[in-house]
């Protein structure tokens, strides 16, 4: 008996479709349901009104709390000098909190434990004076990698993806001498960016506890796109609820 077209494009269990995805995702992150209810409140005007936030002229006033994400250290520290005043280099760590570096190097002498490094200044932000921190993600922050070349897209719905590997692999032939230093550069470069991202995804979310918006400084393109929805991952649940009762809304690119 010939499979109908539906049974032809059924998934194996546990996938979903491009659509179901995104349907997900709005209800995750927008609290919506349908890509129509999407494209509705995309046509909105941005929201900009923080004046349910008394300032600091009012005796209850605080300025406003804003944690700022870019991809790289060197960025955030760029931005940081331009925007702000002056900026501080902070830690966020599990055990101490934001502490500065000099602070640090009291508690941590050899730097053993896991820590994510910030930048502290203040800036003016839709009119308002805002206390910033800024982190960076250096990169993406889940990452899955295929093996090998998939000659049939079909595979991909059996091959394990997220997977770490404990043995090398007899598939590259050693270094030589010539190639070590340059290997080595990048092993230390890969363990650097794996540590940082993952100190990013256990600290982010505790140091930008109580932010009333959150800034994405990211490439404008599909990746900076994936990495902008990979820290609102991590980032959403420590914002503060603004007055519309959507956090999408005090989130900006």
């Given at each position: 008996m010939a499979s109908s077209k539906q049974d032809i494009h059924k998934l194996p269990e546990g996938h979903h479709s491009g659509e179901e995805n995104i349907e997900k995702?709005?209800?995750?992150?927008?609290?919506?349901?349908?890509?129509?209810?999407?494209?509705?409140?995309?046509?909105?005007?941005?929201?900009?009104?923080?004046?349910?936030?008394?300032?600091?002229?009012?005796?209850?006033?605080?300025?406003?709390?804003?944690?700022?994400?870019?991809?790289?250290?060197?960025?955030?520290?760029?931005?940081?000098?331009?925007?702000?005043?002056?900026?501080?280099?902070?830690?966020?760590y599990d055990e101490y909190g934001l502490i500065s570096v000099e602070d640090a190097k009291e508690k941590d002498p050899k730097e053993e434990k896991p820590f994510l490094k910030l930048l502290q200044f203040k800036c003016e932000i839709f009119g308002r004076m805002a206390e910033v921190l800024m982190a960076a993600t250096n990169g993406h922050l889940f990452i899955s990698n295929f093996e090998k070349k998939l000659e049939d897209p079909t595979e991909a719905f059996v091959l394990e993806i997220i997977k770490k590997k404990d043995e090398k692999t007899d598939n590259h032939p050693s270094p030589t001498p010539a190639d070590s230093t340059e290997i080595n550069d990048e092993i230390a470069e890969k363990k650097f960016r794996q540590n940082y991202q993952k100190n990013f995804i256990d600290f982010a979310g505790k140091a930008a506890k109580g932010s009333d918006a959150v800034v994405l400084f990211l490439d404008n393109d599909n990746a900076g796109e994936y990495i902008c929805y990979q820290v609102i991952d991590v980032l959403i649940d420590s914002l503060e609820m603004p007055p519309t009762g959507n956090k999408m809304d005090v989130i900006y690119r």
């Open positions: 995702a709005l209800k995750k992150f927008y609290n919506l349901k349908t890509i129509e209810e999407y494209k509705e409140y995309y046509s909105k005007p941005i929201y900009t009104d923080f004046s349910h936030i008394h300032d600091i002229s009012y005796p209850d006033g605080r300025s406003l709390k804003v944690f700022m994400v870019s991809e790289k250290n060197l960025m955030s520290a760029a931005l940081a000098s331009r925007l702000g005043f002056r900026f501080v280099v902070k830690r966020y």
